[in-house]
């Protein structure tokens, strides 16, 4: 008698779960019990354990995935959580080599979204943002595509369905609602708070670290493309900066009609980067589909770590940031005839920090140039002052009067920039 833990990779739903426990119980006469919990099987069995055929069994399934290291007499459920935080780590060191090395980001590379964009231009915008689309949504993608079809084709194309449709019907209902749709940066930040938790909870259960029962029914690569068609249409709600710049500009035009055919535009824009990840992950079998599962985990759980932040910030609740002396790093304001200045220069991710003085009136001259301003900053908020001011190129004043000391955050209108209002005791 004897029992031994075998972590299978790919075992994230409930199905899955009960094909190894009913397949390693049928094919093998040592083993008398299997007992599955997230991603590991506890297999009792008597005699010699003929591990090499359980594995053989198991990779035999081509959606599942496990080798000889991954047996052990312990319990190796943490063993998902080192690797998360392994991956998380690798992309977001990613992320930061791309825009500190290459100089380039893809978040500040979303083209700005104004009045002035035909459907052609939409198209055009959909084609541009497709590498941001993949940062954003390529991970829920790559996650949702893992059906049993007869080609990869089915996955890809019911995910991209149901996303574009979603995108159409937020169009229309911006467009005939107007200014119904527009919420405060409160409600906004609960909103964001609420979807980063979900994705942490996605990307926890993508990695077999938990199990949520409810999860695994929607989000369930075994129901012949019900899943894929599910989280392509909840991909249209999805708190996404280039989304809500989207849907904002359906708000702006005043009609169902033009808010469906202007997103239908950008959509389809978005299809073929998208639709061609989607393949290429169906068409994966075995080790190589887990793989690009747990590169999915990871990119959605620093995803939703990044809105958690963002949703935090629109609430009103300052994040902690490294020890600085009181105005090391920030524009100072100065005082003439009863009025404080202070001017900051505007770059695509930032406003710049600023520190005034408590009880006195303060101007912040806000210099932006054309090309630095973007859909994402081109409205400032300091909501503690009750400031929300529309940019324009050229030099911009925010007037308030600060009160008592501490630090306000200043931050865009889908809170993806953070910068600090500094208020000082005199």
Known sequence: ????????????????????????????????????????????????????DWIGQINGSGVLFTKRGLVTRHDPVATGALELACIAAAVVAAYSAMVGVLGFDPVAAVPRIDGSLTYGALFVTGILCSLHCLGMCGALNLASTFGEFRTPI??????????????????????????VLSIGQTAAGAILCAA??????????????????VLTRVH???????SALAIGLLNGLMPCGMLQSMQLYALSTGSPAVGALSMLAFGLGTLPAMFG?????????????????????????????????????????????????????????SVHDG??????????????DVAVYE????????????????????????????????????????????????????????????????????
């Open 277 to 333: 990840i989607g393949l290429t992950a169906g068409a994966l079998k075995g080790k190589g589909r887990q793989v690009i599962t747990k590169l999915a985990a990871g990119m959605v759980f620093v995803l939703a770590l990044a809105m958690l932040g963002r949703g935090l910030v629109s609430l009103g609740v300052s994040l902690p940031t490294a020890a600085s002396s009181a105005t090391e790093g920030y524009a100072v304001a």
């Open 1 to 52: 008698m004897g029992s031994c833990y075998l972590r299978v990779e790919g075992m994230q739903w409930k199905e899955a779960r009960e094909f190894v426990r009913s397949l390693l119980l049928q094919n093998n006469a040592e083993v008398n019990d299997v007992k599955v919990r997230g991603s590991v099987a506890r297999i009792s069995y008597e005699g010699e354990p003929a591990i090499n």
């Open 220 to 226: 369930n690569p075994t129901r012949a493309g019900r």
């Open 196 to 213: 980063s938790l979900l994705m942490l909870v996605i990307s926890l259960n993508l990695m077999g670290i938990i199990h949520i029962p």
């Open 339 to 352: 009025v404080q200045t202070v001017s900051t220069t505007l770059a695509q991710k930032s406003y710049g």
């Open 154 to 179: 089915r996955g890809a194309g019911l995910y991209n369905a149901g996303r574009i449709s979603s995108y159409v019907m937020t169009g229309a209902l911006a467009g005939a609602l107007g200014s």
């Open 359 to 426: 009880g006195v009136p303060v101007e912040i001259h806000i210099h932006a140039d054309a090309s630095e301003l973007t859909s994402c900053n081109e409205t400032v908020r300091i909501e503690a002052f009750g400031v929300e001011r529309h940019l324009e190129p050229g030099d911009n004043v925010i007037e308030f009067t600060p009160g008592e000391p501490g630090d306000y955050t200043m931050t865009c209108w889908m809170g993806m920039i953070t910068n600090t209002v500094r208020v000082m005791g005199r």
